[in-house]
């Protein structure tokens, strides 16, 4: 292979500058952030009180991971949201294929989907906290709930978009319906459904967190809940940290897995 | 020489809220054993509802289709869809995979089919990494791997670039010679019609009915586009659908 000319050398070192420039700045926010923050409180320009302060938030975390169980109750909502937006996704395809079947069906239930999908679900938790119980599959189901009806009707616009002509090629082949569900419409829908599982993770968390804000004893909405109440903001703030951590980490966990669908079936 | 499909009267029409549409109307011909077919017409005409009806996806609303006995049907549609999802092999065998009978024969006879046409090194690709003419002809090979009797062919070059259109189209209706098969082509490329069809049939706008048969009488060797004569037949079809307009 041949020395790469100047221009080509001045590109790549252009872009390689860019890169360490982003990630400074990037870096540097948050740094910046946490230090003026701390400053801040320990001079007493804001209120340590109200706005506790990295070093107690560090603290509190160091302390809460020794004696009340911090990872408890970060699995607890780890596990909630994951069973979820597991759920959520299984359920919402799984009705969509229903609905994909029988047009007639779809028809009928169409009305009820949309205002289903417009009220905010989280103004049914305390009901169905009522109708399930004071538990944790109460909490699960107010996960599953937000992310459902989403995840249908997401799932079932792309079932019902599948190029007509790929449907045609399958009955052209002496195929049925069911060779076009499995042959064509599902392969070609793998991107939809890894879709509905990633914006599913974001909903199901914000399900998990309210369903344990009304009700829970263990998990991160309980501890921000609990915290709020006794004027401990390092707890909260400390919760809100992790929060943000878990849902990073799992957003990143689904990224992976569908590049590894991809790559296996693409 | 046996007839392999016999149309008779065909009528179709179909009804929407809108009001009912005629499309077909009194439909009649047939196609002997070994023949190739063109049947032209202009765009939205119900030339793919004519195939349609003879491959027995829809059905005339009067009229009847004959097909010979034990004569099995094979559709070719305009654009290829091979599915990204699946490598070549796996596509070229997906009617087989749907009829349950993938068995050792039908994948040997395949994999004869992709040595024949030169597509062997091609079969654990992709068909993102093949070109617009390779994989025309291995929706070719999808379509022939059931061993259909009749092949049916909505536009099959229509979605390849004007080059690649006329070597995939001599390319596949030799190939379509060789493996001795009855074929009927739809088609609004006049000389293409003219260049693959033993016979041109041209169909006037909706509701359709057939103008006129041509019987394209020149040989296949060297290239029918070089004989002077190509020209009159172009001419003449070409009036045919002018004149409907």
Redesign the interface.
């Known amino acids: 292979m041949n020395e790469p000319s100047t221009r080509q050398k001045q590109y790549l070192h252009s872009i390689k500058k860019r890169r360490i420039c982003i990630m400074l700045c990037r870096n540097s926010i948050i740094l910046s952030f946490i230090v003026l923050w701390q400053f801040c409180s320990q001079k007493g320009i804001v209120d340590s009180f109200i706005f506790s302060s990295p070093k107690e938030i560090v603290l509190s975390a160091v302390d809460m991971t020794l004696n009340s169980r911090l990872l408890f109750h970060t699995a607890v909502t780890a596990c909630e949201t994951i069973a979820g937006f597991i759920l959520g996704t299984f359920i919402g395809t799984g009705t969509a294929i229903i609905l994909w079947w029988n047009s007639f069906l779809n028809d009928i239930v169409d009305p009820y989907l949309v205002v289903l999908n417009s009220i905010p679900k989280t103004a049914l938790a305390p009901i169905i906290i009522v109708w399930v119980g004071n538990n944790i599959s109460a909490i699960i189901a107010v996960a599953l709930l937000t992310s459902v009806i989403v995840s249908i009707m997401n799932i079932l616009t792309a079932f019902n978009e599948t190029d007509k002509d790929m449907i045609k090629l399958i009955y052209t082949l002496g195929g049925n319906k069911k060779d076009v569900l499995f042959k064509v419409i599902l392969p070609a829908n793998v991107p939809a459904i890894m879709n509905a599982l990633k914006v599913n993770t974001g909903l199901s968390f914000i399900g998990t967190i309210i369903g344990e804000m009304l009700v829970a004893k263990y998990g991160l909405g309980y501890l921000i809940i609990y915290g709020s109440q006794i004027f401990r903001l390092d707890i909260v703030l400390l919760s809100v940290v992790i929060l943000a951590l878990l849902s990073t980490f799992l957003y990143k966990a689904i990224m992976k897995l569908e590049k590894k669908i991809n790559s296996k079936i693409i | 020489m046996k007839n392999a499909v016999e149309l008779k009267n065909i009528n179709f029409s179909f009804n929407t809220p809108c009001g009912e549409h005629f499309v077909l109307k009194d439909i009649s011909f047939s196609v002997k054993e070994g023949e190739f077919i063109s049947v032209a017409g202009p765009s939205g005409c119900g030339k793919s509802t004519l195939l349609s009806i003879i ?1 027995g ?1 829809l059905k005339s609303s009067e009229g009847s289709v004959k097909i010979y006995d034990g004569f099995k049907c ?2 070719m ?3 290829d ?1 091979l ?3 699946r490598n070549i092999f796996s596509n070229a065998c ?2 087989a ?3 349950g009978n993938i068995t050792e024969e039908t994948k040997q006879y395949a994999l004869s089919l992709f040595e024949k046409y030169g597509l062997k090194d091609y079969i654990n690709s ?1 068909p993102s990494a093949l070109s617009g003419g390779m994989r025309q002809r291995v929706a070719l090979i ?1 379509t022939l791997v ?1 061993k259909p009797d009749i092949l049916l062919l909505d536009e099959p070059f229509s979605a390849l670039d004007y080059q690649t259109r006329l070597e995939v189209c001599d390319e596949i209706s030799q190939i379509i010679k060789n493996e001795g098969k009855t074929a009927i082509m739809v088609t609004h490329d006049i000389s293409e019609a003219i260049s693959v069809s033993d016979r041109v049939f041209v169909l006037s706008k909706i509701p359709a009915i057939i103008k006129s048969e041509h019987i394209i009488d020149i040989s296949h060797s060297p290239s029918r586009r070089d004989d002077p004569r190509f020209r009159e037949y172009f001419n003449a079809i070409w009036k045919e659908l002018k004149d409907n307009e």
């Open positions: 491959s996806l094979g559709y549609l305009q654009k869809y599915f990204e999802w997906l009617g995979e749907i009829n992709r999808r059931p």
